[in-house]
Nanobody, 127 residues
Framework: QVQLVESGGGLVQAGGSLRLSCVAS????????MGWFRQAPGEERDFVGV????????HYADSVKGRFTISRDNAKNTVYLQMNSLKPEDTAVYYC????????????????????WGQGTQVTVSS
């Protein structure tokens, strides 16, 4: 069992930055690739980005590529989402999620395959 707790959300003006954190419980953090997803009101949950369990492989949605960066600190059981040049359309609840990985480079953008989810943190970008 893995528990995930996100933090770092808030209200920011367009063009600003936020860094989200997600801390995982347990001693198996390095067995999981970690993804970020987001969900706006009335919308489906969308993929944002993912990082492999080793940190060597990342993948981003086109809508955030070049603005958002995922990183992880395996010693701290933490994954980060650095969000720069924020836009009003980035407003959503952001979720981190863990997917069991059997290779160091495995990543997935399919939310249905993820094993564990955090409770989410709200990000609001004002225009």
């Amino acid at each position: 069992q893995v528990q995930l707790v996100e933090s770092g959300g808030g209200l920011v003006q367009a063009g600003g930055s936020l860094r989200l954190s997600c801390v995982a419980s347990g001693r198996t953090f390095t067995s999981y690739a970690m993804g970020w997803f987001r969900q706006a009101p009335g919308e489906e949950r969308d993929f944002v980005g993912v990082i492999s369990r080793s940190g060597s492989n990342t993948h981003y949605a086109d809508s955030v590529k070049g603005r958002f960066t995922i990183s992880r600190d395996n010693a701290k059981n933490t994954v980060y989402l650095q969000m720069n040049s924020l836009k009003p359309e980035d407003t959503a609840v952001y979720y981190c999620a863990a997917v069991r990985s059997y290779t160091s480079y495995y990543i997935s953008d399919n939310y249905a395959g993820y094993d564990y989810w955090g409770q989410g943190t709200q990000v609001t970008v004002s225009s």
